[in-house]
């Protein structure tokens, strides 16, 4: 396979110390809460070349979590698609079901660090505020959640989880009343009282250091999976594919490929109903660049620069902006950012459980999408490595609801893999 | 040049109402800004309306909030100001998120702004180190870019004052806008600090709402800037605001000057 890089690239030592990935990231915000952030950015610093907090962290991951999550080759997957080999990143079977339990084991261990007693964040589908409502109890701090009115009624499980796991959840009845606006309300209480707590944003975004903070504690997923696939392949992979949203699993597994030019890395945005339709959230596709929550970067905008409704089958990809190291990779072009729509996600929702055994989150099930795309044009004894960031078990009612298997019996017979996908009910 | 903002500081501490372009329609805010420069406001402050604004408290998002449902757009801003300048000379300040003016273009922005009569901006979420990104531009489109400064930032406070320009938005308490019952001390010192280190004048706002706070905060400070308690009233009263709050500034102007 051709690699994509066309121009010299720098993409280690980043962000610089103003916190810019070229000319994305940085910190747009209001003064007071610069002196914040430049405490937390300093806190940062100080911590990571500790080796006591290294040691508590590593020792979480590998007790608390259950790092290193495997690498798992998909082979009946690999052979219904009939291309190259796919082999998965399982993040699905960390404790709480996602990637996310890494970067917030990592906030909340600084924010106790920093002497705070209360951790805040904001939550779109509810797998962050889980993820950080875990780790609070687990270090004992308090912990506050923002979540957008229309996103707690959607996302009923885990607003209980939430709630059983002693946080408290706040309902954000503002602006679209969902993850965008959890974030504003979540900045605002920080603004309030940035004494005694500590905004834990839930992606590689945000002002700096957060975009570096949060792919940092992601990092592992990328540098487990580099030497998994090593040991399991010979080699490293030709392909490493994940989801973007935010970004921060995407982050975590690109950032130990980086430097490897022979390996091509693909980001997958939800395209939603389609990227000629209004209702998709593929910031890096369709966006220009703008400014939003404290950092430059891509952004799906208006004439006026408000951010637009976002709409994605996946909350967990449904935010107007994405990471600053992504719009970086993109105008680099070191990742290839692509899009799967609702519908392929779906299949390889369905696909991987039928084949595998695993029901992935419909987040994840975007890179699963793409990765079966991709496989179809490699050779067989190429590699693609896809980081399954997290497990399905919250979407399985609503693709039952709205994705039925229409007239579908299996005969048992031939490859019956697209033939069953295109029992898929369409919408 | 004729420095507009400079005048609004030579007659005694400067009144600064803010009020939110468009809340609930533009001809309000043209009807209640005359009102406002007649009951005795020395410089007013046009707040843009954006739909994640990270320092605003609940007061000023719903202005905005409103603002944006009534259909406004950047270009409404220039021609509320070309109106405006048919009746008065009063210094016009645009507080703006960055995203808007970037997304607009910021030369485009700074151009039919200036043309328009705007005297300068104030960008919230552009801390001083990112002020590169448009200070030339401001420059170029004789457009002062007002600095703000909080009390949680002793060095940046030092460093800001010295390359400021216009005035200098005192923060006066952490947090978001808002109306606070009480204010802490913090500000005096940070305008203390500010003025030992340039002669740019400071004003003070964020929480402030009652003629008592105003009257301690112009004990110190040049100025004093005001926008939740306005809005307040915007939102309550709406096409009947014009009165309560022509009253109002007048009560606050009053304090300061005694």
């Known amino acids: ?427 | 040049m004729n420095d507009r903002i400079q005048n609004a500081f030579s007659n005694g501490k400067a009144f600064i109402p803010f009020v939110t372009c468009a809340d609930p329609d533009i001809s309000l805010t043209e009807e209640l800004v005359l009102a406002m420069v007649d009951s005795g406001a020395d410089l007013v402050e046009l707040g843009l309306p954006f739909s994640d604004p990270i320092a605003e408290g609940p007061v000023i998002q719903q202005a905005d909030e409103r603002a944006l449902a009534s259909g406004f757009k950047i270009h409404d801003l220039f021609t509320l100001i070309e109106r405006l300048r048919n009746h008065t000379q009063i210094p016009l300040v645009c507080m703006t998120y960055l995203n808007p003016v970037y997304r607009y273009q910021k030369d485009r922005f700074l151009m039919s702004a200036k043309q328009a009569g705007l005297d300068g901006m104030i960008i919230p979420d552009l801390p001083y180190e990112e002020q590169g990104e448009i200070k030339g531009s401001c420059k170029t489109h004789e457009i002062k870019l007002i600095s703000m400064i909080s009390p949680t930032s002793r060095e940046r406070i030092i460093t800001v004052s010295k390359n400021s320009e216009g005035f200098l938005y005192c923060v006066s308490s952490l947090g978001v806008t808002g109306m606070r019952a009480s204010l802490t001390d913090n500000a005096k010192e940070m305008v203390e600090l500010a003025k030992a280190h340039s002669n740019t004048p400071c004003a003070v706002g964020f929480g402030i709402h009652t003629p008592e706070q105003a009257h301690l905060i112009a004990s110190y400070a040049d100025g004093i800037i005001v926008g939740s308690a306005i809005m307040n009233i915007i939102a309550e009263k709406g096409s009947e605001s014009v009165q309560p709050v022509s009253r109002y500034v007048q009560q606050m102007k009053q304090a300061i000057m005694v």
Do not use: W
């Open chain 1, 1 to 427: 396979m051709q690699n994509i890089l066309t121009k010299e690239i720098n993409t280690t030592n980043l962000p610089d110390s103003n916190g810019r990935f070229g000319e994305f990231g940085g910190s747009y915000i209001p003064p007071q809460l610069q002196t914040v952030m430049d405490e937390v950015t300093k806190e940062y610093e100080n911590i990571v070349q500790d080796p006591v907090f290294l040691e508590e962290l590593s020792s979480l991951q590998r007790h608390y979590v259950g790092r290193p999550s495997p690498v798992y080759h998909a082979k009946r997957l690999s052979e219904a698609v009939g291309g190259a080999q796919i082999y998965l990143k399982r993040e699905d079977l960390n404790h709480t079901g996602a990637h996310k339990i890494n970067h917030c084991i990592g906030e909340v261990l600084l924010a106790k660090k920093m002497g705070k007693k209360k951790v805040i964040a904001e939550t779109g589908a509810g797998q962050h505020g889980v993820a950080l409502a875990t780790a609070a109890a687990l270090l004992g701090l308090e912990c506050d959640i923002y979540m957008g009115e229309v996103d707690i009624k959607k996302e009923a499980p885990n607003v209980s989880r939430m709630k059983i796991l002693g946080a408290q959840v706040i309902e954000v009845t503002r602006g679209t009343k969902t993850l965008k606006d959890a974030v504003d309300a979540a900045f605002e209480a920080y603004l309030e009282d940035p004494d005694t707590q500590i905004y834990c944003i839930g992606s590689v975004v945000g002002p700096h250091p957060f975009p570096m903070m949060v792919r940092d504690f992601q990092s592992v997923v990328g540098i487990e999976a580099k030497a998994q696939i090593q040991e399991l392949a010979g080699r490293l992979p030709e392909a490493v594919v994940a989801c973007v949203g935010g970004g921060s699993n995407a982050m975590g597994i690109f950032s130990a490929f980086l430097e490897d030019s022979e390996v091509t890395l693909y980001g997958v945005e939800p395209a939603g109903k389609g990227l000629d339709t209004p209702d998709h959230a593929a910031t890096i596709t369709k966006g220009s660049v703008g400014i939003l929550h404290g950092f430059k970067s891509f952004l799906l905008q208006d004439e006026s620069g408000e951010a637009l409704p976002v709409y994605s089958i996946a909350s967990g990809l449904d935010y107007p902006g994405v990471g600053p190291q992504h719009s970086y990779l993109k105008t680099i072009g070191r990742v290839n950012y692509d899009s799967a729509t609702d519908h392929e996600a779906v299949e390889a929702f369905y696909g991987l459980s039928r084949m595998e055994g695993i029901i992935p989150a419909l987040e994840s099930s975007h890179a699963v999408a793409h990765a079966i795309k991709l496989a179809k044009t490699m050779k067989k004894d190429e590699i693609i490595l896809v980081n399954l960031s997290g497990r399905g078990d919250k979407d399985i009612d609503y693709v039952l609801e709205h994705y039925p298997l229409v007239e579908y019996e299996p005969t048992g017979k031939g490859n019956g893999f697209e033939e069953f996908l295109s029992h898929i009910k369409k919408q």
